[in-house]
């Protein structure tokens, strides 16, 4: 089969900024998801489900520009009740969710704020349990780039990673001690209205 060309090439701006933020609802045994397009034009998210029983997607949204949807997934599909979900957009736009229906000792969460003017995302962790929590999280373009949080129970902690040298691509995985199933990961491209590259290897 024919292979990718290696390096980076020179690619445009584009309109898209775009989130889907997820959370297990323990009381309805079920996991919720919310697409988020604050960009100018229309965008399609596609969800695909592992580790489910029956249909696994592709799930199909088209959100309008400032507009939102959302879903759920009941936790009874999936196997061993370990949910497994991918969000997947334009331009490399990826979210995964995996792990298993938490009790309310502990239950952490994600979410992705950008910053175009300072090529910087901000990554905010959350734990609505009643236990506190370690987060571990990698950065995919440098695997030097480990850093733990400890987070309290119903306490949230934010840090910053600088984009700018990858060209404003990200790719963030999330892990928390004692919970083997969970895993969050927030990868694709921070918009800022300039042109930019293709994504960088990693």
């Not at 060309?5 to 690619?11: I, K, L």
């Not at 199909?60 to 759920?72: F, H, I, Q």
């Not at 490399?92 to 992705?112: C, D, H, N, Y």
């Not at 571990?136 to 400890?150: I, L």
């Amino acid at each position: 089969m024919p292979a990718s060309e290696s390096g980076t090439y020179p690619a445009c701006a584009l309109p898209y900024v775009l989130d889907a933020q997820g959370n297990i609802n323990t009381s309805a045994n079920q996991f919720d998801v919310s697409f988020i397009n604050t960009g100018t034009v229309g965008a399609v998210f596609q969800v695909y489900a592992l580790n489910r029983s029956s249909y696994s997607g592709p799930w199909t949204y088209t959100v309008e520009a400032n507009k939102s949807l959302s879903d759920y997934w009941n936790g009874s599909v999936f196997g061993s009740g370990v949910y497994a979900l991918q969000a997947h957009g334009p331009n490399g736009f990826l979210r995964s969710w995996q792990g298993s229906a938490q009790t309310a000792s502990v239950m952490p969460e994600t979410k992705i704020t950008y910053n175009p003017t300072g090529n910087s995302i901000q990554l905010t962790m959350t734990n609505a349990g009643t236990t506190s929590c370690t987060m571990t999280v990698t950065n995919g373009y440098n695997n030097e780039d480990v850093r733990m949080y400890t987070i309290k129970a119903g306490g949230s902690v934010s840090d910053t990673w600088n984009i700018g040298s990858n060209a404003n691509w990200y790719d963030l995985k999330a892990t928390v001690s004692g919970l083997g199933n969970w895993l969050r990961r927030l990868a694709g491209h921070m918009e800022n209205g300039l042109g930019s590259t293709t994504e960088p290897p990693h």
